[in-house]
Each structure stands twice: as C-alpha cells, then as structure tokens.
C-alpha cells in the first residue's frame, strides 16, 4: 500500500471515529507526506485516546504547518485546541500563553469570523474562573450566536449548553434546562465533533445531577454511555461517564454496582494523568458505604476526596451524626449555611442540612427558615426530587413539632416523588416517618407496617437502618417485639389497671385496649394479667 493510500485510509478511520485506527496509521504514516490537516487528525485522535503528550506534539505541527501554508485561521484553531488541552492538563501558564496567541492572529484578520467565536469560550471559562457570573452568560450567548451564523454544530452546542448551565446558578433552572435540551438535540443528531460532544455532555449532565435532576440524568446519562461504547479505545470522559453512572445507580439502590462504577472513574482519572476529579468519585463513594452503614470505610474515601481538593460536604457531616458526634455535624452545618453559595449549591446542602440541625437539638425558629427556602427553591426549580427532599424535610419539622396530622400528607407526597423516580432507600426513609406519624396518632398496626416496609427495603440494599426504625416499634429494646403502645398497655396492666381504667388513661376505646392486650399476651406467651405483669417486671419494663 503506497504513502497516499495509507493517508486515505487513516482519514477515513478518523471520519468513522475509530480513533485506534486512525492514531495507528497517521502516527506511523510518512510525516512528509502529512499536510497540516492530518497532524490536527493525529492529535485529535491521540487526545481522544489519553495521549497527551502526543496530542500536544501533533497540534504544535499542524499549528506550524498551517502558518507556513498562511492559513491564519486555521493556525488559530491550532492555537485554541493547544490551550484547551494545555487547560485541562494542569498547565494553564502555557494554556494562556497559546490563548494569547490565538488571539494576536485573529487580531490581524478583517471581518467577523467563526474563529473569533472559537477564542471567546475561553474568554468565557476565564470568565467563570473569576466568578464573573453575567460576563459568563453574556459569553455563552454569544459562543451560540457565532454558531449558528456560520453554522458551526460545535459553537452552538457549547454556547447552548454554558448558558443553559450558567443560568441554573442564577436561579433560572426551567430556561437552563430548555437551552440545554435544544444542546441535546445536536448531540443526537450527530452533528458536534467528538471532543466537543464529550465536554457538552458531561456539562449538562453535572448541572442535572446538581439540580437533582435525576430524571434527565439518567437519561442524558444512558446517551452519553452509548456515545463512549460506539469509540473504541476512548479514553476522555469515560472517567465522568462512570461517575455520572454511578449516581444513578446510587439513586435505584444499586450500590455494588455504583461503587464499582466510581471505582473505575478513579483509576480511569489517574490513567489519564487528571486525577483532581477523582475526589467527587471518592465522595460519591463515601455517600454509598455512608449509607450502608459501612462507616469506617465511608471515612477513608472521605478523607481520600479531601487528598485530591474535593470538600465531601455534606456527606461527611451526615457520617459525624451517624458515627454519634453531633458537634461536629453541627457546626459543619452552620458553617456550610454561612458560606456563600448560589441557588443550585445551597440545594445541596440543604436537606442534609436541614436533617443535621433537628436531629441535634435545632428547635423550629432554626431549621424553618431552612425548610421554607429549600420549598421555594424546589417549587422553582421543578424537579421531582427537589420536590421530594423539601416535602420530607418540612415533614420532618411538623413531626418533631409534634403536628403529626401536618406531616402525614407531606411525607406520603415525598415517598410518592421518590416512588415514580424509582429510589427505594428514600421511599423507605419516607416510610420510617410515616410509621413514627402512626406511632403519634396511636395506629400502632398501621405503624407496624410501615416500619416493617422499611426494614424489609433496608434489608434488601443492604442499607443501614434509617433512625429507630426498629426502636420505634420497641422491637430491638424490648422482649417480645412489643409495641409502643403496647408497652404503655402492659406497663398499665402491670399496676393493676383494668381495661376500662386504661382505655381512659390512653384515650382508647376498651375494645381497642382488649386488642391490645390480646397481642400482648400472643407476643410474650403468657395466658394471664399476673403472668404478663410478671413479665414486665422481669423484664425491667415497668
């Protein structure tokens, strides 16, 4: 096969993505026969495949072949391609240097061109660097402007998904979701280049998982894993894929499974030479041992999260609460409330927030403000889940305020948004409350239930108990899986109390107390009043 049939068949491997195959035969194909184009297709292809140093070493080459060819605006995307991998490489020195320098050639072109569009997404990454919130958004309109004058799939797709996300920050989740929506419709279509597809994906999928948008999630997730599957020997965004993987699977209950999926996005960062990333998979990963009880473990990915830059808030707080130091839960909660954050962050914290603060000692005038802004971030944001966490949180403060009739229909609407998005360990969190509500309203058999639900659910994910999912029935701290009310029935037979006397004291009907004692009596195995106040006493009941 000569020089040029070589050259023909790399190019036609890089048009059908098969990286392997075109970084097989540009690399060893004859470099004087390469034009500037096929340098830029080695190094796309060897970026795509993790390597970078041959990626940088192919664009400088194609970046030199196009200025001495006098292809100003194709040496400038050069330039841009070498900063945004030199960027995203840990080396933004000379990442600027190469925008710098991108910028003084377009300064020598007349005109508006789609390259200027091209320098002005780095304009805009600077721009959000620097916290520089409407500059940002002002940017990313203006990337989509430039694409869809000049009809560049890439532009508008990236312009389209920055400003979406950007205006999640600000607030305008329903308009962000629809930009990125219309960025979904060029990515299926197949219409934006490999590189940028990646990174728009991976964008709007992290701005879903920050909203708890599991939903679009999930499905932009599915998309995303079947773009990496169909590129052989891909290696960029398959780390974030395995992360994005993994969070849903954490939401179905799948834990296994989403701890191998963040296990792999880890090796597969540090295989990529970007291991910063790898601290959300390390805390995604301490949020799964988190819940399964599995604390000690859950530390250690904590505190490798923290190794790699990552803060693991507020799952860490929630494992100091479960590893019985509510100090320290609470004042990393304060504190996370004190910083500054915008809409989509402060969402994040706040039901674990919310949790920390009335499970140790927070009394209503402290955790309602909480609970009424995380309402109104829910109802405008509109996602299910949102919805979900703000339902059981102000669930949660009716029922330690002792309004039970309030919490019920809060907690049912929860558990109902977490069941249509298929997330067993909420719904059975949800069910805990429910059975403590029953517990309340003295519905001790309906309360029974519940909590029977919730234990079966915890069981099954090999999830941790939830609170005092048995204690509240008495069944771990009492002989004989007694109920509550049971207990105050026995405690009452015990003194010498007939069934007319304790069907006053506890506000019952006498036919609901001789019900009670019935079960009493099957659950203990006695057959008499003397020998199940025996029992109590045995028992240190009473």
């Given amino acids: 096969m000569g020089v040029v049939d070589e050259l023909i ?23 004087d026969a390469m034009n500037a184009d096929d340098f830029a297709r080695l190094a796309t292809a060897a970026y795509l495949l993790g390597r970078t140093n041959d990626c940088l070493q192919a664009m400088q080459r194609a970046y030199r072949g196009h200025l001495a060819a006098g292809d100003v605006l194709a040496a400038s995307r050069s330039a841009f391609w070498l900063a945004m991998v030199l960027m995203t490489s840990s080396e933004p020195v000379v990442g600027a240097g190469w925008i710098a320098r991108c910028q003084r050639l377009l300064d020598g072109v007349t005109g508006d061109v789609v390259e200027r569009g091209y320098l002005l997404v780095h304009r805009m990454f600077g721009s959000i660097g620097q916290g520089e919130w409407p500059q940002a958004i002002e ?7 430039y694409g869809h004058r000049f009809n560049d799939p890439d532009l ?116 990529a030479g970007t291991p910063v990333p790898a601290g959300l998979a390390m805390s995604e990963s301490g949020d799964v041992l988190r819940i399964r009880g599995e604390l000690d473990a859950a530390a250690a990915a904590y505190e490798e999260a923290i ?7 507020p799952g860490l707080a929630l494992l100091w609460l479960a590893q019985d130091r509510p100090d320290a839960a609470r004042s990393a909660a304060l504190r996370l409330l004190a910083e500054p954050r915008d809409p989509v962050h402060r ?25 009424d802004e995380l309402t109104s971030v829910a109802a405008d944001f509109g996602c299910a889940a949102l919805r979900a966490m703000a339902a059981y949180a102000a669930g949660s403060l009716a029922l330690f305020d002792g309004d039970a009739m309030t919490a019920l229909p809060l907690l049912r609407t929860s558990m109902r948004h977490w069941s249509e998005l298929s997330a067993p360990y909420e719904v059975a969190r949800c069910r805990v409350l429910i059975g403590r509500v029953f517990l309340r309203v003295g519905d001790d058999d309906s309360a029974a239930g519940e909590l029977a639900a919730a234990r079966r659910t915890f069981a099954e994910l090999g999830a941790a108990a939830v609170g005092d999912v048995d204690l509240a029935t008495g069944r771990a701290s009492t002989p004989g899986g007694l109920t509550s009310r049971e207990l105050e029935v026995l405690r009452l037979v015990a003194s010498g109390q007939s069934n007319h006397d304790i069907a ?25 009043r003397t020998a199940a106040a025996a029992y109590a006493f045995e028992n240190h009941l009473v």
């Fill in 347 to 371: 969402s994040q914290l706040l039901p674990a927030a919310i949790e920390i603060l009335l499970t140790t000692g927070g009394g209503s005038e402290e955790v309602r403000p909480l609970v």
């Fill in 139 to 145: 940017q990313a309109g203006g990337i989509a402007d």
């Fill in 504 to 528: 006053s004291t506890l506000f019952l009907s006498e036919k609901t107390v001789a019900r009670h004692i019935s079960n009493i009596f099957a659950k203990i195995d006695v057959h008499s």
């Fill in 9 to 31: 068949r790399a190019r036609e491997a890089y048009e059908r993505r098969d990286w392997v195959a075109a970084y097989g035969d540009l690399s060893h194909a004859d470099g």
């Fill in 307 to 313: 190794g790699y830059g990552h803060e693991p808030q």
């Fill in 156 to 271: 508008i797709a990236m312009g389209l998904a920055s400003q979406g996300r950007l205006l999640l920050y600000a607030g305008k989740v329903p308009q962000g979701l629809a930009l990125m929506d219309e960025a979904m419709v060029g990515l299926a279509a197949g219409e934006v280049t490999a590189v940028f597809a990646g990174n728009v994906y991976c964008t709007m999928i992290e701005g879903c998982q920050e909203i708890s948008d599991f939903a679009r999630a999930a499905e932009w997730t599915h998309a995303l894993t079947t773009w990496c599957e169909v590129q052989a020997g891909l290696v960029p965004f398959t780390a974030q894929c395995a992360v994005h993987r993994g969070q849903i699977m954490r939401v179905h209950g799948a834990y296994d499974e989403a701890l191998d999926e963040f296990d792999r996005a880890v090796r597969r960062y540090i295989e």
